[in-house]
């Protein structure tokens, strides 16, 4: 996938130069943050972190550089429209505060020749397991990010922070039976 105007990658560099020339703490969290590590070309959208007190000059930023903003009602994101591609800010994570911690630990990565924070690997990973539930359980989708990414993630931390989650303990032992991690004995 090329980097032109219509293209997802067009997308992250001009939303994050934009979100970067404002002075707006980010972070570049989902697929796009697994691509920045070294897994495959996200396909369909990008997704930012910032803290929530922070989306007013978010929005700014981003209707400054061209995109039209539209508030969802779910009141944990706001969205960013490049063209036809989709730029998420988001400002709750896995249902939690976007915090300064996890701004703190990303870590400055060239993405597409544009050097910007990715959320560390372990977040990003603990990001995907908080979210399964009953009515979100990709394990295929999650299991083709997380991959590439095994070698970058703290796994004791992620099993100690998602405790007895069900849908996570399963993916976890999963990654185990499939031997992309250790097993946790």
């Known amino acids: 996938m090329s980097d032109d105007d219509g293209s997802v990658l067009g997308a992250l560099k001009r939303s994050a130069a934009a979100l970067g020339s404002a002075g707006v703490p980010f972070a ?19 997704d930012f972190v910032v803290q929530e007190q922070d989306v007013p000059a978010a929005e700014k930023a981003l209707a400054g ?18 063209g036809d591609t989709l730029v998420d800010v988001i400002f709750r994570l896995s249902g939690e505060p976007v915090g300064p ?3 703190a630990r990303a870590e400055e990565i060239d993405v597409a020749a544009l050097r910007m924070p990715v959320v560390a690997a372990t977040d990003l990973v603990l990001s995907w397991l908080r979210a399964f539930s009953e009515h979100h359980a990709d394990f295929a989708g ?10 970058q993630v703290d796994w004791a931390r992620v099993r100690a922070e ?10 976890l032992v999963l990654l185990e039976q499939l031997e992309v991690i250790a097993h946790d004995r």
């Open 28 to 46: 570049l969290v989902g697929s796009a943050a697994a691509y920045a590590r070294g897994g495959g070309l996200p396909s369909h959208d990008v």
């Open 65 to 82: 550089a061209g995109m039209r903003i539209v508030h969802p009602p779910e009141g944990w994101l706001v969205k960013a429209y490049d």
């Open 101 to 103: 911690d996890l701004l």
């Open 142 to 151: 999650t299991l083709t990010l997380v991959r590439p990414l095994r070698e």
């Open 162 to 171: 998602v405790g007895d989650l069900p849908f996570a303990c399963a993916f």
